[in-house]
């Protein structure tokens, strides 16, 4: 139990935890959190320590397809998909990747 609540008052997994609540009717722990979009909400103790609680819902914790795709992928796509280029070009600025027609790109975004 004392190793649950010393994440109390920590962000873990970029939830901010804000108390422990008491055991519901399952027996489980809950911690009352606070999401990066500042919605709180209540998530599993080890859900949450073990990161399969990442957000209240808002999506704040995933990644676009373009972020999980690896580096040559993501570059083909870039030069075969023009309506999806911001996106890309984000996650390519993410990741520090340059091509010669993004060079001024972090300026853009």
Do not use: H
């Not at 920590?10 to 804000?18: C, I, M, R």
């Not at 972020?67 to 796509?77: F, S, W, Y």
């Amino acid at each position: 139990m004392a190793a649950i609540e010393s994440y109390v008052g920590q962000t873990v997994n970029g939830l901010k935890v804000l108390k422990l609540l008491p055991r519901n009717a399952s027996g489980d722990f809950k911690y009352w959190l606070r999401c990066p979009c500042k919605e709180e909400f209540s998530g599993g103790v080890y859900n949450v320590i073990n990161g399969n609680t990442k957000s209240c819902g808002c999506g704040a914790g995933r990644k676009s397809r373009y972020e999980r795709m690896p580096d040559d992928k993501l570059i083909a796509a870039y030069t075969e998909n023009e309506s999806e280029r911001v996106k890309i070009t984000a996650a390519l600025v993410a990741r520090r990747l340059q091509l010669p027609e993004l060079k001024n790109a972090e300026r853009i975004l």
